[in-house]
C-alpha cells in the first residue's frame, strides 16, 4: 500500500495574544481624564458659588445688614456709628425728581469707636424707608462722608431715591449699609 502524498506542513499561525500591558493604559488614561474633568467642574462651580456668595455679602460680610424701626427725631445706632436725635424731615416737597433738595435736616452721625486692626474706616450709610400700611412710599438714601474718622461727627447728606416724601405714613424703618474704606 502506498501512502498517500504528504503535504508539507504549514507553520502554525501563532495566537494573537491581548496586549494586556496597552490595555491598562487606555484604562488608565481614560480614568485620569474623568478625573481630571471631574475635578475641574468642581472648582468651577465652586469658584462660580463663592463668587456669588461674595456678592450678596457685599463688601463687608462681618457685618450684617440691621434694620431699626424708629420715629422722626429719634436717636439710633449701627454699632460704633451713633446718629443724634433730634432730626427731622424736610417739610418742603422733596422727591426722588428733586435731588439737589435736602430731604433730612439735622441729622449728625458720630464714630464712637476705633480703627480696626488692619486701619480700615468703616462707613456707614443709611437708607430710610417710610411705608404706609405696608407700602413703601419713600425712601431716602443717606450717605457720610468717606472716612469718619473715630471720634469725629458729620452731617450726612440725605436724598430721596424712591418715591416723594408723603404727608402722612405709619412706618419709618432705618437700614444700615457698611463701606469698607481704605482696604
Request: aromatic share 4%; with cysteine.
Amino acid at each position: 500500500m502506498s501512502q498517500p502524498p504528504r503535504t508539507p506542513e504549514v507553520p502554525a499561525v501563532p495566537r494573537s495574544r491581548r496586549p494586556e500591558g496597552a490595555v491598562k493604559v487606555v484604562v488608565a488614561v481614560v480614568v485620569g481624564v474623568v478625573l481630571v474633568c471631574g475635578g475641574l467642574a468642581v472648582i468651577v462651580v465652586r469658584g462660580v458659588i463663592d463668587f456669588g456668595t461674595a456678592i450678596d455679602e457685599g463688601l463687608q460680610p462681618d457685618r450684617p445688614a440691621t434694620a431699626l424701626v424708629v420715629q422722626e427725631g429719634d436717636a439710633f445706632a449701627f454699632e460704633e456709628f451713633e446718629f443724634d436725635e433730634g432730626w427731622a424731615l424736610s417739610g418742603r416737597t422733596v422727591s426722588a425728581d428733586t435731588p439737589d433738595r435736602r430731604a433730612v435736616r439735622g441729622l449728625r452721625v458720630s464714630n464712637t469707636g476705633g480703627v480696626s486692626g488692619s486701619g480700615v474706616v468703616t462707613t456707614p450709610n443709611i437708607l430710610l424707608t417710610l411705608e404706609d400700611d405696608g407700602e413703601v412710599v419713600a425712601e431716602i438714601g443717606c450717605t457720610v462722608p468717606d472716612s469718619l474718622a473715630p471720634g469725629d461727627s458729620a452731617a450726612p447728606t440725605c436724598a430721596v431715591t424712591r418715591g416723594g416724601l408723603p404727608q402722612g405714613y405709619d412706618r419709618l424703618t432705618v437700614h444700615e449699609d457698611f463701606f469698607k474704606d481704605g482696604a
